[in-house]
């Protein structure tokens, strides 16, 4: 029986593909991490917003004695600053998505995930 030697560069070889695929799972699980850490950010900013445009609401309330049609009049009025607006004056979610309004209610509905669609 013949044993096969493996030379210098055989060894290095082989070093280099265990450290490669050692990397590449590294990469896979960072990757995946921060993915989870940036919609968990989103989220957080989702339910601030909910919580800011729903405080705009009340006080629209108070001043003009009732709930606005939708919620481009609480963005033209100026009383939310801050939170991104669609072409229309819409406020969206950080998830690119408007916000759910029940005008009948004068609530901004939180929905898990981020909005509609998600």
Known sequence: MKLIKLNKNSETSFENIIVLIFIFV??????HRYRGMIK???????KEDVQKINAALIV??????KFPGN???LAKKGFIVNIKTDKEGYPI????KRFVYESKYGRVLYISGGGAGI
């Open 26 to 31: 590294l990469a896979v699980i960072s990757v």
């Open 40 to 46: 968990y950010a989103k989220t957080a900013v989702y």
């Open 60 to 65: 629209y309330r108070i001043k003009y004695g």
């Open 71 to 73: 919620l481009s009049a």
């Open 93 to 96: 979610s950080p998830f690119g």
